[in-house]
């Protein structure tokens, strides 16, 4: 998937890369686990996702592709006001309307969400987020939210990444620590073997630099505090979702380098 930004990381835009690179030891990743969250493939604007008839009568004759997702469809919502546009997900198709109102009330609120976190002035900063969704099943859905911010004033604009995993039958945010231990992964980022999803070799080495400039410490707790739901009134600086058994996971960085980049982590990286 395309890199994007981390909408907080517009604050770092004027920090510079310390000179020079840390030394960076192996770590120890067999506390590191993913859960075995089904996907689907990704849906384009304005598709909805249905069980096809085709899909159906494959299934009638013996195939295995799991059916967690029958009956299940995903739309995209727009919000718009003054120079705001926020696509968002809603579901329909689940067993009970209570937990799908509450679920889609959730998707709602968190996309919305970065608008008073921000404190955004809809008539003089502007703001584009698209929405893509990952995964949807009966079990989760998992959304990446991309674009662009423009402040009143701002010497130039920020892109902006973050995403949001939903419980489908609890209507609860699902976050990092749910995938990972932050300290595992926060020395995973450090070593030299982490990946990053993207980036182009320069870019790579630049933001490996910059995060060999930062300290363990520092990143446990940004990924203590990653993901929805929001901590009292502060956006997350870090965001996370798991697809297919990896587990994608943004960093702030310098606005010379993007503002965030993404790191992978994999079972072939532990």
Do not use: W
Request: glycine share 6%; with cysteine; hydrophobic share 35%.
């Amino acid at each position: 998937m395309k890199r994007s930004l981390i909408i907080p990381v517009f604050l770092l835009s004027g920090l510079c890369l310390a000179a020079g690179c840390r030394s960076k030891n192996n770590v120890d990743l067999s506390s590191a686990h993913t859960t075995g969250a089904e996907t689907m493939a990704p849906e384009t604007e304005a598709e909805t996702k249905t069980e096809t008839a085709e899909e159906e009568t494959s299934q009638a004759e013996g195939s295995s592709r799991p059916d967690s997702s029958r009956g299940l469809s995903t739309s995209m919502e727009t919000y718009t006001s003054g120079n705001i546009s926020i696509q968002y997900p809603s579901v329909s198709g689940l067993s009970s309307s209570e937990t799908e109102d509450a679920v889609n009330e959730l998707l709602k609120t968190n996309a919305l969400s970065i608008v008073t976190a921000q404190n955004l002035n809809e008539e003089t900063d502007s703001l584009t987020i698209r929405c893509q969704i990952i995964s949807a099943d009966r079990q989760r859905l998992t959304a990446v939210y991309t674009g662009e911010l423009s402040a009143s004033g701002a010497a130039y604009s920020t892109a902006v990444f973050y995403t949001n995993t939903v419980d489908m039958s609890q209507a609860e945010n699902v976050g990092f620590t749910t995938y990972a231990e932050p300290s595992t992964m926060a020395g995973y980022l450090m070593s030299d073997g982490c990946q990053f999803d993207g980036l182009d070799e320069e870019t790579e080495a630049a933001v490996k630099e910059y995060v060999a400039s930062q300290s363990m410490d520092y990143y446990t707790q940004l990924f203590r505090q990653a993901d929805f739901p929001l901590k009292g009134e502060t956006f997350p600086e870090s965001f996370s979702y798991e697809e297919e058994g990896a587990i994608y996971f943004s960093i702030p960085v310098p606005h010379a380098l993007g503002d965030y980049a993404i790191a992978v982590f994999t079972p072939e990286t532990k």
